[in-house]
C-alpha cells in the first residue's frame, strides 16, 4: 500500500519561503507523477503543481511564478517550494499520487493517493 | 477562483439518494474525465471515481459517476449517516493548462 508523509515547518514568515518535502513510502516513485495540493482553511481544493520521476513538471498559472517542485528518487521523495509567501498561502498542503495520461486526445486525470496533509500557516 | 461549478450542499433522509452536479466547460469536462473526491473534516481527500465512472477497489457501488457534455454527476444511493461529507470534483482543464477541483458540495443526511 503506498502511503505519502508530507514534512516541513508549520510556521512560515511573510515573504519567506515555504518548504516541504513528501515522503513515499510502499512503492517507488518511478514511473509515476507526483503533486501537490492545498487547501485554505474552510475552502476548496487547489491544484498546485506535478512532477514525475523524470523531473518533468507542471504548475498552476497562478503559482507558477512562485513554485518550484523538485523530486528525490534516491530518497523517494519530492518536494515543493513556494516562495514569497503570505498570509493567502495560509493552508493545509497535501502531497498526492497523480495518475495522468492522453489517450486520442482526452486526458486522464486524478489523484489516487493522498498525504495526511500538513497545516502551514504564514504569520510574524 | 474555481472553473468548476457544483451545488454547495446537497441532502436527503438515510437510505435516499442524492446527486451532486459538477459544471466545467469545453476546455475541462467537455474534453477529459472527470474525478470526484470524498472528504471529511480534518482528513484527506480520498477519490471516489475516476475516468468518469469507475470505482477504485473498496469503493461501495453506491457511488456513481457519469458526464455529459460539460457536466458531470456524482450519485450516491442508499444514504448512510456516514456519507456526511464534502465531495469535490476534479479535471484537467486543456485551456489553462492546469489541474482545476471543483468549489466542493457538503452532504448532509437528515
Known amino acids: 500500500q503506498v502511503q505519502l508523509q508530507e514534512s516541513g515547518p508549520g510556521l512560515v514568515k511573510p515573504s519567506e519561503t515555504l518548504s516541504l518535502t513528501c515522503t513515499v513510502s510502499g512503492g517507488s516513485i518511478s514511473s509515476y507523477y507526483w503533486s501537490w495540493i492545498r487547501q485554505s482553511p474552510g475552502k476548496g481544493l487547489e491544484w498546485i503543481a506535478y512532477?514525475?520521476?523524470?523531473?518533468?513538471?507542471n504548475y498552476n498559472p497562478s503559482l507558477k511564478s512562485r513554485v518550484t517542485i523538485s523530486v528525490d528518487t534516491s530518497k523517494n521523495q519530492f518536494s515543493l517550494k513556494l516562495s514569497s509567501v503570505t498570509a493567502a498561502d495560509t493552508a493545509v498542503y497535501y502531497c498526492?499520487?497523480?495518475?495522468?495520461?492522453?489517450?486520442?486526445?482526452?486526458?486522464?486525470?486524478?489523484?489516487?493517493?493522498w498525504g495526511q496533509g500538513t497545516l502551514v500557516t504564514v504569520s510574524s | 477562483q474555481s472553473v468548476l461549478t457544483q451545488p454547495p450542499s446537497v441532502s436527503a433522509a438515510p437510505g435516499q439518494k442524492v446527486t451532486i452536479s459538477c459544471s466545467g466547460s469545453s476546455s475541462n469536462l467537455g474534453t477529459n474525465y472527470v474525478s470526484w473526491y470524498q472528504q471529511f473534516p480534518g482528513t484527506a481527500p480520498k477519490l471516489l471515481i475516476y475516468e468518469n465512472n469507475k470505482r477504485p477497489s473498496g469503493i461501495p457501488d453506491r457511488f456513481s459517476g457519469s458526464k455529459s457534455g460539460t457536466s458531470a454527476t456524482l450519485g450516491i444511493t442508499g444514504l448512510q449517516t456516514g456519507d456526511e461529507a464534502d465531495y469535490y470534483c476534479?479535471?484537467?482543464?486543456?485551456?489553462?493548462?492546469?489541474?482545476?477541483f471543483g468549489t466542493g458540495t457538503k452532504v448532509t443526511v437528515l
Open positions: 498526492a499520487r497523480l495518475r495522468v495520461t492522453m489517450v486520442h486526445g482526452v486526458i486522464m486525470y486524478y489523484f489516487d493517493y
Open positions: 476534479g479535471t484537467w482543464d486543456s485551456r489553462l493548462s492546469s489541474g482545476v
Open positions: 512532477i514525475n520521476y523524470s523531473g518533468s513538471t
